[in-house]
């Protein structure tokens, strides 16, 4: 709704008539106009009766009436004007006001929410979209008291959400490409707290087990996922992984003993 009021003063009777039912038009069942400064049943009252003053022909009393009518249809539209100049300098500071939040939320966590995708994504291109994916939504959705009183937890649950939508986007459409092993050899890094004995061992005892053990072994206690993060990666349940990762863990035990 726009009814650009100060131009009706010169405006013909018709034109008046026009902006007052586009203004009506725009107000009636409008639930994003919850409390209206004009009343849409008394505007539609007055369109009325200003069309049917102009309609009448009595001389200077009828002008006059015409006038009267013009008057009040005007008045109104000047209300809804300075009412909506009101709203539309409240939505821009709104808007200036939650841009500095999201820019705040961003500066302070945003290598967290691109840890908690990578988590997921498996790569920094997907976790990067999935920061912008957040800020995105919280621009044009709002932030939450959700995110206000923790936003932590939230961001990096909306972290994983963003990361695990991407994921399972490749695998649909056949992008991801998974490695049996998961960056096996990270087995044999010189970072490892194992003595060189010991690792040595290890990979011989990780060899032996089947790919799938194998991998979610090195997702967990290499690189750190949790069941629910390596379900999402491989596309299985957390059931599934808990029960994999019990067998591969004593399987492994048995060999290294």
Sequence with gaps: MNTKL?????????????GAVAALDGLTGNQNIPNPPV????LKIAIEAYRAAIGSNGGLAATEQRNKCRNVVVSMLRQLGDWEDLQRQDSERSCES???????????????IRRSALRVTG???DAEDAVQTIFVKLLTHGISPELTANPKPYLRKAAFNEGLKIRQSQQRRGLVEQSEDEDFDCVDSSQSR????????LKEAMAQLKPHERQVLVLQYWQ????QEIAARLGKSRCSVGMTLSRARARLKQLMS
């Design 194 to 201: 194992f003595d060189a004995d010991t690792r040595l061992r």
């Design 98 to 112: 939650l841009a500095q939040e999201c820019e705040d939320l961003f500066r302070k966590f945003s290598r967290l």
């Design 39 to 42: 009343d849409p049943g008394v």
């Design 123 to 125: 790569n920094w291109h």
């Design 6 to 18: 100060k131009l009706y003063d010169g405006e013909l009777d018709d034109a008046v008539i026009a």
């Design 224 to 227: 750190g996922y949790s069941d």
